[in-house]
């Protein structure tokens, strides 16, 4: 089984900056889709950033469009986002995930969740 492990988050004031990594193993790095995703209490899981196995291609909630970015280093079967220009609406516990078989935005098409990481935005 493929497993992911996030790290990264932490505590920042609003209009400031995090990078969230992911480390996966167990699998071909290179063979999966990477997507991030996150959730607060009593809302539902809310998808943030995919990228493609190639890195070639990504796609984004429109509320972080222009201000996150995903990226991936297969060398170090790892995926980032790069989050700038925080809101305290970003506050949530961010998930990495992944996914064989599937590009896209449903939590459905993940096999594999990490642990999640803390980003809390003050105002």
């Known amino acids: 089984q493929v497993k992911v492990v996030e790290s990264g988050g932490g505590l920042v004031q609003a209009g400031g900056s995090l990078r969230l990594s992911c480390v996966a193993s167990g699998g071909t790095f290179s063979t999966l889709n990477m997507g991030w995703f996150r959730q607060v209490p009593g809302k539902e899981r809310e998808f943030v950033a995919v990228i493609s196995r190639s890195g070639d291609t990504t796609d984004y909630l429109d509320s972080v469009k222009g201000r996150f970015t995903i990226s991936r280093d297969n060398a170090k079967n790892t995926v980032y986002l790069q989050m700038d220009s925080l809101k305290p609406e970003d506050t949530a516990v961010y998930f990495c995930?992944?996914?064989?078989?599937?590009?896209?935005?449903?939590?459905?098409?993940?096999?594999?969740w990490g642990q999640g990481t803390q980003v809390t935005v003050s105002s």
């Open positions: 995930a992944s996914s064989m078989p599937y590009y896209g935005s449903f939590g459905r098409y993940y096999d594999s």
